[in-house]
Nanobody, 123 residues
Framework: QVQLVESGGGLVQVGGSLRLSCIAS????????VAWFRQALGKEREFVAY????????YYEGSVRGRFTISRDNAKNTAYLQMDRLSPEDTAVYYC????????????????WGQGTQVTVSS
């Protein structure tokens, strides 16, 4: 099974950028679809973006579309989330998730999760 470790979170000002990384180990990364979710304090974990195994398909939640970009490098066993034009509403713990097979925006479809990385956007 695959293990996931996120990094790249931190404190950024409104309008700034961050790039999150998700490094996978213990499995054949190219077999897994990858998604990013986030959970703000007191709220449920929500979908942000996903990318397919073969990098030919991606999908974004409406509020991040056009500002965030999901990508992956299967040779490096790493997925990324480039976040631009950040706003305070983007403040949350960001989680990387993986599943065998097709990508999904449903949290319940993902079996493998990282520990999360905190993103704080200050105004």
């Amino acid at each position: 099974q695959v293990q996931l470790v996120e990094s790249g979170g931190g404190l950024v000002q409104v309008g700034g950028s961050l790039r999150l990384s998700c490094i996978a180990s213990g499995g054949s990364f190219e077999r897994y679809s990858v998604a990013w979710f986030r959970q703000a304090l007191g709220k449920e974990r929500e979908f942000v973006a996903y990318i397919s195994r073969s990098v030919d398909s991606s999908y974004y939640e409406g509020s991040v579309r056009g500002r965030f970009t999901i990508s992956r490098d299967n040779a490096k066993n790493t997925a990324y989330l480039q976040m631009d034009r950040l706003s305070p509403e983007d403040t949350a713990v960001y989680y990387c998730a993986a599943r065998l097979g097709y990508a999904s925006a449903s949290r319940g479809e993902y079996k493998y999760w990282g520990q999360g990385t905190q993103v704080t956007v200050s105004s």
